[in-house]
């Protein structure tokens, strides 16, 4: 694996059982990211995009082949350790926010410096500065129930790079958002990838996304069907 | 330190549900302390009025003397030891001899015992001092329950029938000299007291007595023919009365329990189910399963925490209540009981009553949060995330 490669895929392939017909989510997915993308999975649903996802994340293992995250291995990673390198390394967006409901909005921005153990004074410095980039400094003390979708998602994205991540995975982060708010969150995002270097992996179908992706991976059943960059 | 600061920060956030929940389980709580006290309360009043009124600090028993067997009465008297006769002469020991005997109140024929005791003792608090002189005729006092029963009044005079030491039936007339109130029925039902220098010369006992009764504080001694007793046996009844009373009343607050802990199970259960996607969400963002669980432990473990405040809210005031009036009883309801209730019952309360009860709430809350969440081990993040249940 590149130094500078952060996810590196091969031969990667994800089985679900379902009854008498497995189902082949994956195919020998063979792919490689290097620091600093801003890159998308794009495709049609049940194209195996939040599966492949989902394993870089770690929350899945692939049924044969490897993936490497930061040089671990996912497929024999054990829980702690996957909770480790999703803890220090990987920030989540999804697609319903996924919000704690009962926390506030600073305190979902908190809750990931709380895993790492992070000193109070430099966790509420981080937190201000997360809000401030998604524009939500003036809603803290709002609790998710109070916020509209585009705010949600904004909370959800400031949550995700307030530890300042090597990776974020975003699966389809605009597909409950209108068109404005689609435009505000990629934006933000790109802001992110540009001046703090985090790479960004998308999941979507989302031509607005697709748009602003500098790498577009399509996914048709499950294989890579196209891999392009776009120049700069 | 996160975990107990999610915890709690959940709890709060769950608003009326959590508070709501530490309200029930809030009822265990005050229902075993004042439950509990109260039986201890008991076991303390009724403990310390037959000490003072009848056991004092323990007895020595003659020979075969068995108060449940009054076959034994007759043969059970013997002369008092030179070293407790001595003692009782200093006020620190009390000779009392038990005959039994039958009484004739108004022409009826009633079965008694005759206990003869010094009027110049001090070791029980009784008025015995009322025995002191008569006159012509033997005085006697006799307590409440015996005055009701056999229909005598202060200033009455009963015939009163015996066998002597030589199994000769003698009788006499003995003036009721008052009337006294106890608890404790085995001084007063179907007794009546006379001096131990008049029931000796009736008896032809001289220097013999049944029981001696010594101080509190007393060390026991060896008397060859006498046998020391202790509160073991002075108040096992009380004890036993006490613990099968309390082991009635524990169903009471292990049902009330129950209730709470399965509404508390439930609610766990409910709570993991409708946060599966929460659960999904924190293993995403890098909780270890292992600190969910202790997460959604602990949250259960600080409701029994939640339900000792609310508790300690309305409970505080209502344990102070009873404390100062205690539980009254209806008239005739101590009685029937058989022991030295008094009237009212007050509870008494003790920190290691309320620490152990707070211990075991908490210890059984803990464990009843436990269960659900192993569900979490087997739950898939990916389906979890999506509000799915694998």
Avoid: C
């Amino acid at each position: 694996m590149n130094t500078h490669d952060l996810i590196r895929t091969a031969n990667l392939t994800k089985i679900y059982p379902s009854g008498e017909q497995p189902i082949t989510a994956l195919r020998d997915v063979n792919l490689v990211f290097g620091a600093g993308e801003f890159a998308g999975l794009v495709g049609p649903s049940g194209s195996g995009k939040t599966t492949l996802l989902n394993i870089v994340g770690s929350l899945d293992v692939p049924t044969s082949g490897t993936v490497e995250v930061l040089g671990e291995k996912v497929e024999t990673l054990s829980h702690k350790k996957a909770a480790g390198l999703r803890n220090h390394h990987i920030g989540f967006i999804f697609q319903t926010f996924n919000l704690l409901p009962v926390y506030t909005v600073y305190e979902n921005v908190e809750f990931p410096l709380l895993l790492l153990g992070m000193a109070a004074a430099a966790r509420r410095k981080a937190v201000r500065d997360a809000l401030a980039w998604v524009g939500l400094a003036d809603r803290a003390h709002s609790r998710p129930a109070q916020l509209s979708g585009g705010q949600s998602q904004r909370v959800a994205i400031a949550r995700a790079v307030v530890k300042k991540p090597d990776l974020v995975l975003a699966d389809e982060p605009t597909a409950n958002l209108d068109a404005d708010n689609s435009h505000h969150i990629l934006h933000t995002m790109e802001e992110i990838n540009r001046n703090l270097g985090t790479t960004f992996l998308f999941s979507t179908h989302d031509a607005k996304v697709i748009e602003h992706l500098r790498r577009k991976i399509t996914l048709v059943d499950g294989r890579v069907a196209a891999d392009e960059t776009k120049p700069a | 330190m996160i975990i107990p600061k999610l915890a709690f920060r959940n709890l709060i956030g769950n608003g009326a549900k959590t508070w709501l929940n530490a309200l029930v389980l809030s009822f265990s709580f005050v229902a075993i302390i004042w439950g509990q006290s109260l039986f201890e309360g008991m076991d303390k009043e009724m403990s310390k009025v037959t000490i003072d009124q009848e056991a004092g600090g323990g007895q020595y028993w003659a020979g075969t003397y068995d108060p449940y067997d009054p076959a034994t009465l007759d043969d059970a008297p013997a002369k008092i030891p030179n070293e407790l006769r001595a003692e009782a002469a200093a006020g620190r020991a009390v000779p009392i001899l038990i005959v039994s005997g039958t009484i004739y109140p108004k022409g009826r024929m009633t079965p008694a015992l005759i206990k003869g005791i010094d009027p110049g003792q001090s070791v029980l608090k009784l008025p015995f001092d009322r025995l002191r002189g008569g006159g012509g005729s033997i005085p006697g006092l006799i307590g409440a329950r015996m005055a009701k029963s056999a229909g005598l009044a202060k200033g009455d005079a009963v015939t009163v029938r015996w066998r002597d030491a030589s199994g000769t039936f003698d009788a006499a007339d003995i003036e009721i000299v008052d009337i006294f109130q106890s608890q404790v029925q085995t001084v007063d039902s179907g007794q009546i007291w006379v001096s131990l220098e008049n029931l000796q010369k009736m008896t032809g006992r001289t220097d013999e007595a049944t029981i001696v009764t010594v101080p509190v504080g007393t060390a026991p001694k060896t008397y060859a023919g006498w046998n020391f007793q202790d509160y073991d046996v002075l108040l096992k009844d009380i004890k036993s009365f006490v613990q099968a009373k309390s082991l009635g009343f524990s169903i009471f607050y292990v049902t009330l329990m129950a209730l709470a802990l399965l509404a508390i199970f439930n609610t766990q259960l409910l709570s993991i189910w409708h946060r599966r996607r929460e659960i999904g969400t924190l293993i995403a963002l890098g909780m270890p399963r292992g600190r969910v669980i202790r997460l959604f432990t602990l949250e259960g473990a600080i409701l029994s925490l939640l339900a000792a405040a609310v508790g300690a809210i309305y409970g505080l005031p209502l344990l102070i209540y009873m404390a100062k009036h205690g539980w009254v009883l209806q008239a005739g309801q101590a009685d029937d009981y058989g022991l030295a209730l008094s009237r009212a019952i007050y509870p008494a309360y003790s920190a290691g009553l309320v620490g152990v009860t707070l211990l075991l709430v908490l210890a059984v809350t803990t464990v009843v949060s436990f269960l659900p969440t192993r569900k979490i081990v087997t739950l898939k993040p990916t389906d979890a995330l999506k509000g799915k249940w694998s």
